[in-house]
């Protein structure tokens, strides 16, 4: 190999070093704006009440506090998260807490239906309607 | 610096002319500190905040000089590549350190592209690149101003609303950088007796400055500088001229990339049309204001140009306003400083030029010095 040739191996070698670092920064950076959403849905034949005051922290960050109808926004970085929705009753006491692993990808929704998720319901990360 | 004479003598006439700007700003300081009323506290860490966000950038300028390319303009360039990079995390929702990262990482083959071009231009003007960069960056601001106002949303996909004009296509005026604020001045919290210390941002410019300080021994540094003394002999020593010249045109381009994305992370907002305008022309007066000329300039002169300008940014308003009543006089006065201590500078240096040149031909001819 001629040493013209070796450096042009090389420098190719280093762009597509580079490139992959690019997409292994968007993996580790890609963030999402999640709408925790309280609120009754149906999904498909099931219909899921709305629960009267839930905490919701994502990855362990700030609990919210969402009443009966309830909507707010939480940033989340990454693809991989851990979702903890604890239901409380008139006194502020946790009644039920359900902790839940979940990934997002480009095509999965921004809405998290907490009453779907607090009723067991496989599809409760909702992709809203354009 | 040259304080002596040919003698080996300190001269007091030489080391004021030498260092007439800064020491200009070092007494309008010492007037406007105490007329300001600000605490020492609040100029202190106003003064580490605007370190942190300016000395990138204005060490991005050391390079061409070296090369005896005078204050690069085109600087711009490379802060418009540094824009689009901050534009494309901002609509892909790139967050943090990652971000920054990637912005950094999209914004240098821009910036090396538009370095070369401007390199190549420069190499067919050569005596007046200041002024020719300087239009250049014109030139490419409208370039920038088509893409960004046309082809983001038309050609380039842009998918946030947050970032698309109502139209469908073309960037909104102001883009918010709320993903990676300060991402990397806090990437290492540390405060001292209250004072935040932005130390990530802080050891980045540590590392550019040993960068620079290894780039001035290496065989393209001395050939740079061979460049920068006299293009006729570095040639017939065997130096590419040319290319010599458009490296160094390319590091500063891609370096003054850096230094927008360092300085737009620290803001927090960035004003798509507007914030690259300025870039150049803030960098340049304060390494000017630092004691650097078109031909000469140190480390040292960054980080004193830097406190020494920016001094003045924040003193000036509120100094106006308890002078006169009118603290808008103050902002008029900081625009009118830093294009006068860049039109001071240069005529100066051409003066001392002159002089020394003058000095020079004097000695030679064993006539009184």
């Known amino acids: 190999m001629t040493a013209m040739r070796r450096r042009r191996v090389v420098q190719a070698s280093l762009v597509l070093l580079l490139v992959l670092f690019g997409f292994w920064l968007y993996h580790i950076g890609k963030g999402f704006d999640l709408l925790v959403d309280n609120k009754t849905i149906t999904i498909g034949d099931a219909t899921y009440r709305a629960t009267a005051t839930v905490r919701v922290s994502i990855d362990g960050s700030e609990p919210l506090v969402l009443t009966k109808r309830g909507r707010d926004v939480i940033s989340v970085v990454g693809y991989d998260h851990v979702i903890r929705v604890e239901e409380l009753d008139m006194d502020d006491e946790v009644i039920r807490t359900v902790e839940k692993s979940f990934t997002l990808d480009r095509h999965s929704g921004d809405l998290l239906s907490l009453p779907a998720l607090l009723g067991g319901e496989e599809n409760w990360i909702v992709l809203r309607e354009p | 610096m040259k304080k002596t004479g040919l003698d080996g003598t300190f001269r007091l006439d030489r080391f004021l002319l030498t260092n007439l700007v800064p020491l200009l700003f070092i007494g309008l300081s010492a007037v406007a500190i105490p007329i300001s009323q600000f605490s020492g506290a609040y100029l202190v860490q106003e003064m580490m905040i605007r370190l942190a966000r300016n000395s990138f950038l204005v060490l991005s300028l050391l390079i061409p000089i070296i090369a005896g390319m005078g204050l690069n303009f085109g600087m711009v360039l490379g802060a418009m590549a540094g824009q689009i990079g901050l534009i494309l995390i901002t609509d892909w929702m790139i967050l943090g350190l990652p971000g920054l990262t990637l912005a950094a990482l999209i914004a240098t083959p821009i910036a090396m592209v538009l370095g070369w071009m401007c390199g190549a231009i420069l190499n067919r ?62 990437l290492i919290p540390l405060s001292i007796q209250g004072i935040r210390v932005p130390l990530g941002t802080f050891l980045v410019i540590g590392l550019f400055c040993l960068f620079i300080v290894w780039f001035r021994r290496t065989k393209l540094g001395q050939d740079m500088r061979a460049v920068g003394q006299d293009m006729d002999v570095a040639r017939s020593a065997g130096i590419p001229v040319e290319r010599t010249r458009i490296v160094s045109i390319v590091i500063s381009t891609v370096l003054a990339a850096y230094g927008q994305i360092i300085f737009l992370q620290n803001i927090g907002t960035m004003n798509t049309y507007n914030s690259h305008e300025q870039a150049g022309m803030f960098a340049i007066a304060a390494l000017l204001v630092g004691g650097a000329s078109v031909a000469r300039a140190t480390l040292p002169n960054v980080f004193v140009g830097v406190i020494l300008f920016h001094l003045m940014f924040v003193v000036s308003p509120m100094a106006g306003k308890y002078l006169i009543g009118e603290a808008q006089l103050g902002e008029y006065f900081r625009v009118f400083v830093s294009y006068g201590i860049i039109a001071v500078s240069l005529v100066l240096y051409e003066w001392r030029r002159a002089r020394d040149r003058a000095y020079a031909r004097r000695s030679l001819r064993g006539g009184e010095v």
Do not use: H, W
């Open chain 2, 125 to 186: 003007a050569k005596g007046r690149e200041m002024v020719t960069s300087y239009i250049l960056g014109f030139f490419i601001n409208g370039l920038y101003q088509l893409v960004v106002l046309y082809g983001f949303g038309k050609v380039v996909p842009i998918k946030s609303a947050d970032l698309v004009l109502s139209r469908g296509f073309g960037v909104r005026n102001a883009v918010n950088l709320l993903g990676i604020r300060n991402c990397l001045d806090n």
